[in-house]
């Protein structure tokens, strides 16, 4: 059966002191307890656990094929991606071949969001300019794209070597390429990009009100058409989303407050209510979180990926594990079946390797 719409979690991999506590994860505690949630995620029936990529503290995943392939050699089902991968800092070659090994490893559960991050020291880290930032990205997927489709690759661009008759190894799993995603919460250029290729946009909705990604997500869909790939309603969409839940809501709310009163994210800055009422942040009971991301098909269409950010702001092991308990027990049936409900026979599923390359198949038999 074709998965319709998948829904897993995201982390960023952030160290931050439990403002409840005082206490502060090693980097190892923290790295092990993003194993420990993604294969709770697998246990409670999510589809997707994804990591972020950062290279600067107080952040941890700077390997994330590293992380995805031991996650991937302890779970059976799940799929792996990531919230970033920085195209526009990681050489194209490696990405290609870390995410085409990392494929074979995990039988093909892999894809990835691409993005430019959001840390502008890290563009000199890695010899790179960040006011060439969208240049970069569009010159280095474009790459990555030859380097997956094509056996045998002569190459020459602006901001790396040339190469000639070079050959990415190993080659992709079935000869289909990871499916990739372009990430971006305010650059309409990469939704214009992932439109042109015909890939998936991801709007991280998060921090900033539903209008500001419903115009991001028509512009894709639009372009998307444009550049022949089917309809609007054919387009590949994956959002992010926020919460945190309690049986009863005024509990969620009174735990949740000082964590997000001195998060790094937005801290100190509007109140939990205010942020609640402008972004999707939802704080409060299982039914609130159904109820308020049904709310996103009416806004951007029937899409294919839901995220949800939940191990953030010192939050601790324990709380996050019973998160994923209300969201895989309470939450996501409810979600399978609503979303599934009047949900149009031409809207495609989700991106899996299977989809992919029986889409694969159907188009060399059409050729031959």
Do not use: C
Request: hydrophobic share 40%; net charge negative; aromatic share 10%.
């Amino acid at each position: 059966m074709v998965t319709k719409v998948q829904f897993g979690i995201f982390s960023v991999g952030d160290v931050t002191t439990d403002p409840t506590t005082g206490k502060t994860p090693a980097e190892h505690e923290r790295i092990k307890a993003m194993v420990t949630i993604a294969l709770k995620a697998e246990e409670v029936g999510l589809d997707v656990f994804a990591t972020g990529e950062h290279h600067n503290p107080p952040f941890v995943p700077s390997s994330p094929t590293t992380m995805l392939g031991y996650i991937a050699a302890r779970t059976e089902r799940l799929q792996l991606s990531t919230a970033t991968t920085l195209i526009t800092t990681n050489d194209p070659v490696k990405i290609a071949e870390d995410f085409a090994m990392l494929q074979h490893l995990a039988d093909g559960r892999v894809d990835l969001m691409l993005g430019r991050g959001n840390t502008g020291p890290v563009y000199p880290w890695f010899g790179q300019d960040i006011r060439q930032g969208i240049p970069l990205a569009i010159e280095n997927y474009a790459l990555l794209r030859r380097l997956w489709r094509e056996d045998v690759v002569d190459w020459e661009g602006r901001f790396r070597t040339p190469l000639q008759g070079f050959t990415s190894t190993p080659r992709p799993l079935d000869g289909v390429p990871p499916f990739v995603w372009h990430g971006s919460i305010r650059s309409p250029e990469i939704a214009e990009q992932a439109a042109y290729y015909g890939d998936g946009f991801f709007a991280n909705n998060i921090f900033w009100p539903k209008e500001h990604f419903v115009r991001l997500i028509s512009l894709y869909r639009q372009r998307y058409a444009h550049y022949g790939h089917g309809t609007p309603e054919q387009a590949v969409v994956g959002l992010g989303g926020q919460v945190f839940m309690r049986k009863n809501s005024q509990d969620a709310v009174r735990e949740f407050r000082p964590y997000f009163d001195v998060a790094p994210v937005y801290g100190h800055g509007p109140s939990l209510e205010e942020f609640m009422a402008e972004t999707p942040l939802t704080v409060g009971s299982p039914q609130q979180v159904i109820d308020r991301t049904l709310e996103f098909r009416e806004y951007f269409g029937d899409y294919q990926r839901q995220l949800f950010l939940m191990d953030h702001a010192g939050l601790p092991l324990k709380t996050v594990l019973e998160q994923l308990d209300l969201l895989g027990e309470e939450v996501v049936p409810v979600l399978r079946k609503e979303f599934a409900k009047n949900r149009p026979a031409e809207v495609p599923g989700a991106p899996t390797h299977a989809r992919l390359l029986a889409a694969k198949d159907a188009s060399e038999t059409v050729g031959a």
